[in-house]
Structure formats: C-alpha cells, structure tokens
C-alpha cells in the first residue's frame, strides 16, 4: 500500500514521503479500515508516541495522522460491533501507525459508523477536533449555559467547532485569534472578537472558561482572566500558572464512539459545520503538514 512515512526524528516534516509500506496486520479486537480521508496535526512529528510503541520501542518508519473516514475492509480476531464494507470514521491510536495511507489498523472500539449522507472529507474533521472541543469544553471546562467562554484559536480545527459548540450551549462566546479570522469567527456564532496582535487581553474583561490552543505567554496572560471558580483547559502544554481560586486542566482527547455519534448527528442535522480548510491528496501530504498553522478550519488528506 502507499503511505507517508517518516524515517528520521531529526528530519520534521522534510523527512515526510511518499512511498510503500506493509499492509497492516489486523490484531485481535482491530479493524482494518480502507482509508477515503484523513485529518493530521501539524505537531504530531514532535510528540513521543510517533516514534515509539507502548512499551517505549523504536517503531520507526513511522506513518503519522490519527483521524480518518474510511470503509471496513477487514476484522481482526474476535472482533464485533462493526462488519466489513461499513462506513466508519475515527481516531487510530497514537502509538500506532496512522491514518495516512491506504490501509490501517485501528482499534474498533475507536471508531463509529458514519451515516451515507455525510461525506468522509467532513466526516475526518471530527475525530480529534470535535472530541477535543467538546472535551474540553464540557468535560473539563464544565461549560454551561449563561457563561461566558474565550476560545482562542477561534477558526482553526478544534476552535470553530469549539466556538460552535459553546454558542450552542447558550454561553457568551469570545473567539480570539489573528485579524483575518475576525469575520469567520463571528459566522461561526462567536459574539465577540479579540485580534490577538492588536487588542489587549485584559479588555475581555472575567471569563468562566479559558479555552487554550496556543500555550506560551497567551496561556498564562490568559490565567488572569477567569473568575473565581473557573477553569483554563489547554491542549498546548501543562500550565505553569494557576487561575486565582479556580482550576487549570492540561489534557490528550481520548477516543468516545458515543460523543463521535452525537457530534456526526449535529453535522447531519445542520446544528453544527466543520470547516474544510484545504484538500490535499496523500502525494502533497508533507507539504500540508507545513502550511497547515495557516489554514483555517482542517487541512483533510484525500486518500481513496
């Protein structure tokens, strides 16, 4: 089959190519999904699990993406729940090889069926973006309605379907982010905008809810602005500073079949509408992979 893979720790995204790789192995309780579409996360060459396995091995060449749509192709020993030919989109493990290839193995407890009215370029937005939105949103932001929430990152990814989510919910929606994004931010519900290279931080005034993409000094300038017993959630790093008399949460998206239903449902009813920034097919991944920080909404990868 033909995948991207990287080869070199040291080499980032030049080391990225196109070429052949192994069909995987199906293990028990896997499936092997035929990919159509996947989705990747321009850091994931830095993050410790791309080139080692559970047990801490050398698992180099590695094929990175961990967000796909696809079709069953095959089912691993004692496997139930899902059969071959069957739509599903999901999340593959990041210990694992990933979604950017023709073929891979994911765990099937990983993955949810994916209706036939929802195409699988959309479909591959979900897995990381959506899980992480509404993780950190309502899981460990405990977002409710009345609040108020700042999202930074506002139209990337996981912040447009973040913006949407939280207006959704009935909260008071401030998206953050460059200039540029100020219209497309208030499309997608925010009521307010924040140009992070031009307004002041502290003119947002108290928020219940920090929601952090960015990390670095945006995080921690960010702390100071939640009001007594509310949260900053970051995916950027661990936070070094703590709210006055509230929570700082750093957390990884765990995979949610259920969540991953519910978020498939808002698409197909209309309530809510990733963003497809850019299509790319497989050959022009490693260049996706450099432009991608500048691309609103998901970058998604066309592979079948």
């Known amino acids: 089959m033909r995948a991207i893979v990287v080869r070199d720790r040291d080499a980032g995204v030049s080391g990225l190519a196109l070429t052949d790789m192994p069909y995987p192995h199906a293990a028990e309780n896997d499936v092997i999904v035929r990919v ?91 897995p990381i973006s959506g899980l992480t939105a509404w993780q950190g949103l309502f899981d460990h932001g405990r977002l409710t309605t009345g609040q108020t929430v700042l999202v930074h990152g506002a139209t990337g990814g996981v912040g447009s379907i973040a913006v949407q989510l939280a207006r959704e919910v009935g909260a008071h929606v401030i998206g953050a982010g460059r200039a540029g994004d100020r219209d497309l931010a208030l499309a997608l519900g925010a009521h307010t905008f924040l140009d992070l290279g031009a307004d002041d931080l502290r003119d ?22 939640v009001r007594p017993g509310g949260t900053v959630v970051t995916i950027a790093t661990p936070p070094t500073v703590q709210p006055r ?14 969540r991953l239903t519910d978020l498939a449902e808002r698409v197909r009813s209309g309530r809510l509408k990733p963003i497809v920034g850019a299509e790319r097919p497989l050959a022009e991944a490693p260049a996706a992979f450099a432009r991608d920080r500048r691309t609103p909404g998901k970058t998604i990868i066309k592979v079948g």
Do not use: C, K, M
Request: a negative charge.
């Open 36 to 126: 159509h579409a996947a989705g990747f996360t321009p850091g994931e060459l830095d993050w410790p699990a791309t080139w080692t396995d559970r047990a801490g091995r050398d698992r180099t060449p590695t094929i990175p993406g961990h967000e796909l749509s696809g079709v069953v192709a095959e089912l691993g020993y004692g496997t139930t729940g899902l059969t071959v030919g069957q739509r599903v989109f999901g999340l593959t493990d990041w210990a694992r090889n990933g979604s950017l290839a023709e073929y891979t193995a994911v765990e099937a407890r990983n993955l949810a069926p994916l209706a036939a009215d929802i195409d699988h370029t959309v479909a591959a937005t979900l």
């Open 204 to 225: 947002v005034g108290e928020v219940d809810v920090v929601f952090d993409v960015i990390g670095g000094d945006i995080l921690e300038r960010s702390t100071a602005l």
């Open 245 to 258: 008399d509230g929570r700082a949460v750093f957390f990884v998206v765990e995979p949610d079949r259920a």
